[in-house]
């Protein structure tokens, strides 16, 4: 299929989703957005091509690959892209509308295509109850409530990758898990496009106690009061005496 000369870019979203890439990772991933665009499928990484469509030298890919991995769906050497999928579908279904809309003028329908094509309707409609539906009972047990409408997309993507009580069963122990932490709970589009129902428990967060040793209490020295007045008795400084003895006269 031949894609749009443009390809959309929700500035806000992205912005968002992006806040924490570096410049070059921002460079990368348009990259990697546009060439996904032209051609009008998911991206192929056999052989790690994909560093030469980000215009990076191998050891630069290396160590940005799992940062640009994220905002992909990964199947083996496949990076597929929600939105940009969405997106190429309302280009494909737009098509096929003006297609239909094209035939329906030469074309006679029979009663009975028109039943099949009712019947067909009535089964997407179903499906669709179920899957908002299921949706619903998602969002109430995900921990962080945020980015609503891409999370609705990437769900109805994840149920061809498990069924719905796997993902909600997963949801429910990411929610409950005593060693996740609010601040770096993942988005709920996240946590779906990367399959994280089926994660291991969070491991335990653990704690450094520093500990301070106090060096060891000086004791000043003491003398005998007869020693000011014996000078052959003490072992003082011979300037601290003679101060002492002077303030022992006035006494």
Known sequence: MSSLPY?????????????HLTA???GAYLLLLMNYWQKGKPLDNTNERLQYVARMTGEEWEAN???????FWIDGDT????????DLEKVREKSEKASKAGQRSFNVRSTSVERSFNHKDKDKEEDKDNIKEGFDEFWEIYPRKAGKQEARKVF???LSNATLAEILEGARRYAA???????FTAHPATWLNQGRWSDEPLPPRTTTTVTRTLPPA????QYDPDEFRNPQATQMPSEILANLQHILKRV
């Open 177 to 183: 898990d005593p060693n996740r932490q609010p601040q």
């Open 79 to 86: 990076w597929s892209h929600t939105r940009i999928d969405n």
């Open 218 to 221: 000086q004791v000043p020295p």
């Open 156 to 158: 109805q993507r994840a």
């Open 65 to 71: 690959k799992d940062i640009l991995a994220e905002f």
């Open 7 to 19: 390809m959309q870019l929700y500035v806000s979203d992205y912005l968002a989703d992006t806040a």
């Open 24 to 26: 070059q990772q921002h």
